[in-house]
């Protein structure tokens, strides 16, 4: 006998994942993490719970574009986003953390202990040492690595793709760039979403943004709406390029449509109609649970890492079929 309400969904980032060593590390590492947040979901009922245990495991993987493992701006630095709500009011967000290890805790305490709700830069930084929250270790060599030779190419214009060259003319230029980064993504921004059996549905996404974005560039993840939202209808956590994410906002959309339609699919269908119209393809993809707990995804780009439960079994899937999909539990 399967509960009909609880249900989970993660995922790992929308973009290539081009297939290497660091792909099979991260799909152990979704499946892992899957496994703790479920037994968490299991154990103390509580969506929130659930979904930060999720994204604080990606987060310190080192494998996802969030936390250790987070890309680096064009400076080589870190500049890292979080966001976080419930269906029952709790929203939290972060950007732009320099040294924070896992700015979803971070933005729990944005949303539990402090009257706002999105702190950006140092000051948000300052907060989490106050918090005790632990420091933001060096990158792994994979990311420097990964870096310095993307950087390396931009500047010598090895890199023949035409939003490539345009970016590298634009960096010697100076001028602000939008950048889509799913040629060049191996791994990606991480999310969660969760229902539990009290109908309290909870989501918590974190990311380092996008590679070699501007200093000071904060793009969909902190932004209630586009990155994440969560209502007493659906929970939802987005991926992909932050830029239209922020124009087509695909998570309050769902919720509206969700709300208009009283249903999953009709809903998601609205939705991905109208990202694909208006931002086009290869630009982003979500994830959501309804407060029924079906499981709803949906991506344009190339692949999405993504990871559920099924009747107690963990799936993870680096190119679900269909790319629009909603999963019925029981
Ligand atoms: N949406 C994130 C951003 O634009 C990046 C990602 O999902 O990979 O900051």
Redesign the pocket.
Known sequence: MFNMTKSLIIHG???AWRISALVERAIEAIRKCTEQAWRVLSEHNNSLDAVIEAVVCMENSGYF?AGYGSTLNLLGEREL?AGLMTSTGLLGAVAAVKSTRNPILLARIIAEKTPHILVAGENADKLALLYNLPPLPPPPQHVVERYRDVLKKLVREEITDSYYKSLSSLIRGGVFFKLI?DIL?VY??VGAVAVDDNSVLATATS?G??LLKLPGRV???PIPGA?FYADKNIACS??????Y?IRTMPCLRLSLEYEKQNDAEKALNSVVDYVNRTAGSNTMGFISVDKTGKILYAYNTEAMLISYVYRGEVKVFLKPEPRVNVITLS
């Open positions: 980032g929308a973009g574009n986003d980064n993504n990606d921004t990311t943004g996008v793009g969909d993840t990155g987005a991926t992909g390029i932050g830029e994410i």
